[in-house]
């Protein structure tokens, strides 16, 4: 091999350790959920927003004060995510799916809405301990 077909493998190769080493140290979500004391062990629920409404109906869940609660959505258009009363705000990009932690640190019924499209689409209700 000459010594221009070896500078552009060893370029090659930087480049595709350089990506796997960004997208390794990019994922936000772990593999294994970090359960703090008092959390239950819930099956990750999924919501499907098409055009601003939710396709199963309504979403409603109980979690106790102080336990995370995780929940993937898909949304076909982009919007963002709104939890009234635990202060969250999460983008949902167009024709993704999206991975949502809260933490449910304080007590009441909170709805969750969309804020382009305007649309309640559930609540969570946080019971005091």
Do not use: C, W
């Not at 939710?54 to 995370?68: D, M």
């Not at 449910?104 to 946080?126: K, Q, R, S």
């Amino acid at each position: 091999m000459n010594k221009r077909a070896l500078v552009y493998l060893g370029l090659a190769s930087a480049t595709l350790a350089g990506a796997y080493l960004y997208i390794q140290t990019t994922q936000s979500t772990p593999s294994v959920p970090d359960t703090g004391q008092g959390d239950a062990a819930q099956a990750l629920q999924s919501l499907s927003i098409v055009d601003g409404k939710l396709t199963t109906g309504s979403f409603h869940i109980q979690v106790p004060k102080g336990q995370r609660i995780q929940f993937l959505v898909y949304s076909n258009e982009t919007d963002s995510l709104i939890v009234q009363g635990l202060d969250a705000r999460i983008p949902l990009p167009g024709n993704e799916t999206t991975l949502i932690t809260l933490k449910a640190n304080t007590a009441g019924t909170h709805t969750i809405e969309l804020d382009l499209a305007g649309t309640t689409i559930g609540a969570i209700e946080v019971l005091a301990n």
